[in-house]
C-alpha cells in the first residue's frame, strides 16, 4: 500500500486489486483523505459510491 502527501494536507492510499463486496474489482483504487485534528480522536468520513457493470 502506497501513501503519498502533498502542500494541500491531502494525503492519499492507493489500495491493489480492491474487490467489492458484489464481486466487481478494480485493479488500483486511490483514496484521498485529510487529517484535519491530527492530536485529537480520529473520526472517519467514507464517501460512497457505486459501480455499474
Known amino acids: 500500500m502506497a501513501s503519498s502527501y502533498n502542500d ?3 494525503k492519499y492510499v492507493e489500495l491493489k486489486v480492491f474487490t467489492f463486496q458484489s464481486g466487481a474489482t478494480l ?4 483514496i484521498a483523505y485529510r487529517e484535519f485534528n491530527p492530536s485529537g480522536e ?3 468520513l467514507v464517501p ?4 455499474e457493470e
Open 42 to 44: 480520529k473520526i472517519t
Open 8 to 10: 494541500t494536507g491531502i
Open 48 to 51: 460512497h459510491t457505486s459501480v
Open 27 to 30: 485493479p488500483t483504487v486511490r
